[in-house]
């Protein structure tokens, strides 16, 4: 089990030790709880090994124009080499007794670790998501990656072809297109970042293919052979991809199964998050944070989700508020969204007022010599409220975090008018479309 001895009885049990488990732990740990965390893989979760931190590491090696084997070594160094001993003594140091081990529940409060069987008071779910892999004829038959070989791997393929054209696809996209691979991305929505607002697709859609990436929008991989020197990738439009490497790319479902979360009475359904109520409690004593629950699939939310667990497990009563959660793709130009997109407003009936500004109208994009990207803004006409925003451009992943408070802050749109913003600074762009919406109260 790794290396420490389990007792009988634990306050607290964190299943998946990722970045809401052990942020779970430790904050209960410091609050006087008994805790352990059960983590069967790297004690850090996905996030610090094979998603944010690589995929941050390597995009910034792109922009720097760096070498292909200096970007991995920096990538590599980032992750610890994939070792996660300070992960784990971070932990210790903090009070929290780690089991590697794979954590399966047998029933209310019992859980089994590797054969041991070990009671709990509470339990914290945080076993995080896994990619989804299309039925395309052909595709199990072939060697294929997900983001994790794309950001452990030191391959660099001559052609890759990423199936999805998601936060996932466009990053990795950008990563490899920078490095000198024939690139082609391959998305059935006919759109890149279908969840948001059509702007910001196309801002990436321009900067990528100015790069050489071949976008395939409104098109499915039907089947995947392989060929003489590589794989064939034919399409559902009848084209045909020549690639060296595919990279799943096509979303992510909360990991439920395999772990006997239905011996607690909690039904799941497959490609669905752990059902939770507004203060992440699934059923009496049992609760979930990060990516299990469907909600946010983001680092940071899953670290929004953890503390809320932690006050309610010590008695506060919280509830959790997503309607400013951002939502970030840090390619070159960034991409950030917050609040609800004007699809989702449609949907809730909500009279909304949209206005936008192009950044090729700032001051700041002339410093830059870089006139790409554009900002929205979305009110409820009825409350004069900001309720979304969605910008593409440089650092958009820095300057739209006040629009996120003034949309979870529900800032009156007259106050928001009378902020005055740095010249010349991106942020300015949002100045005009303010006055804009409030004028248009
Ligand atoms: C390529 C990529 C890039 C991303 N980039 C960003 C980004 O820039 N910013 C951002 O905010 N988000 C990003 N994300 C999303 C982010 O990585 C996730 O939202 C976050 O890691 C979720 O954390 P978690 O704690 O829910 O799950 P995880 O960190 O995955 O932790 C779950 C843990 O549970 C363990 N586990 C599961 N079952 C068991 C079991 N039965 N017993 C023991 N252990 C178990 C797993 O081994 C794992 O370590 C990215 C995702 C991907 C794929
Ligand atoms: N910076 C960040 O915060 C960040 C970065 C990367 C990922 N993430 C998280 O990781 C999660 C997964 O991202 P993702 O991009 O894999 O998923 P996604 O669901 O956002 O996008 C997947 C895309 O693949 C397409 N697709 C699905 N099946 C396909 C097929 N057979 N052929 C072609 N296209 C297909 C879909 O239409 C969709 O556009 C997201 O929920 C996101 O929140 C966050």
């Known amino acids: 089990m790794g290396d420490q001895v389990p007792q009988d009885h634990y306050d607290v049990m964190v299943l998946g030790g990722g970045t809401a488990g052990g942020l779970a732990a430790v904050e209960l740990s410091r ?6 965390l059960v983590e069967n893989r790297l004690v850090g979760g996905e996030s610090a090994y094979f998603a944010c931190v690589p995929s941050k590491s390597l995009l910034l ?23 996660d001993d300070r992960a784990a003594a971070r932990l210790t140091e903090a009070g929290v007794t780690v089991l590697r081990g794979r954590g399966h529940l047998l029933g209310p409060g019992r859980m089994e670790v590797d054969g041991a069987e070990i009671g709990f008071g509470d339990l914290v779910i945080s076993t995080g998501s896994e990619p989804v892999v299309p039925g395309v004829d052909g595709l199990a038959g072939v060697p294929t990656w997900t983001s994790d070989e794309a950001l452990s791997l030191p391959v660099l393929p001559r052609r890759l072809v990423v199936l999805g054209g998601g936060p996932v696809g466009c990053e990795m996209a950008q990563v490899y297109a920078s490095f000198g691979t024939q ?24 900067a990528l293919r100015r790069m050489g990436v071949d976008l395939r929008l409104g098109a499915e991989p039907a089947r995947v052979e392989r060929a003489a020197g590589g794989l064939l990738v034919w399409l559902s439009d009848g084209g045909r991809l020549e690639a060296d490497r595919i990279l799943i790319a096509a979303g992510r479902v909360p990991r439920v199964q395999g772990y006997g979360v239905e011996n607690l009475g909690v039904a799941v359904t497959p490609g669905h998050g752990l059902p939770v109520d507004e203060t992440c409690r699934v059923t009496d004593g049992v609760w979930a944070c990060g990516d299990v629950t469907g909600i946010a699939r983001t680092a940071h939310a899953a670290r929004y989700q953890a503390r809320v667990v932690v006050d309610n497990v010590l008695g506060k009563h919280r509830e959790a508020d997503y309607r400013a959660v951002p939502r970030v793709v840090h390619t070159s130009p960034a991409v950030y969204a917050a609040g609800i997109s004007p699809i989702q407003a449609a949907e809730l009936g909500i009279d909304l007022l949209t ?4 950044l090729a109208a700032t001051a700041r994009a002339v410093v830059e010599a870089d006139e790409r990207g554009r900002v929205e803004l979305y009110a409820d006409r ?15 992943e820095e300057w739209m975090s006040e629009v996120t408070l003034a949309i979870r802050a529900e800032t009156p749109l007259s106050l928001l008018t009378d902020v005055v913003h740095a010249f010349p600074t991106f942020g300015e762009a949002i100045e005009a479309p ?4 409030a004028g248009r109260l």
Do not use: C, I, K, M
């Open 434 to 437: 303010l006055r804009e919406l």
């Open 382 to 396: 009825s409350r004069g409220v900001l309720v979304g925003a969605a910008a593409a451009g440089l650092y958009a």
């Open 61 to 83: 090696s792109a922009r720097r124009g760096e070498r292909w084997d200096l970007a991995v070594a920096r990538r590599d160094h980032v992750t610890g080499h994939l070792a």
């Open 355 to 358: 206005a936008g500004y192009d």
């Open 31 to 36: 609050s006087g709880r008994d805790v352990a």
């Open 183 to 206: 690139v082609t991305v391959v998305e059935a929505s006919g759109r890149l970042l279908a969840a948001e607002a059509p702007f910001a697709g196309e801002v990436l859609a321009g």
